[in-house]
């Protein structure tokens, strides 16, 4: 293992193999080289949750904006045109989705 270090000794990249910027060598019970490997996964495991939930999110947040505009709380127009664009394409290629769904093949009986 491989590592390259910031100006104050600290790990900041990780190799297998020896690269021009990972020349140090270092063995894998380093307490430095653990610890940077446990804070990374850490913060790769918290970005991968969030990516997680940004879908269902995106659906929600949609959906409230519907509402919103169907009750009269907001008007559609008063977001900005860009916001617009945005939720006037992806229920647009909802709706595409859905109706390119001619034959439910999750019911179909061999």
Known sequence: MFVKRDSLGQIITI?????PDCNEPIDDSDPMLV??????RTTALQQYE?????????????DLVDLLSETGVIRF????QEAQSKLLKRKSMRRRSSSLNLLDYDNDVI
């Open 50 to 62: 969030l990516k997680e939930t940004d879908l269902p999110l995106i659906r929600v947040i949609e």
């Open 15 to 19: 190799s297998l193999e020896q690269t």
């Open 35 to 40: 610890n940077f490997v446990q804070n990374n």
């Open 77 to 80: 127009t008063d977001l900005p």
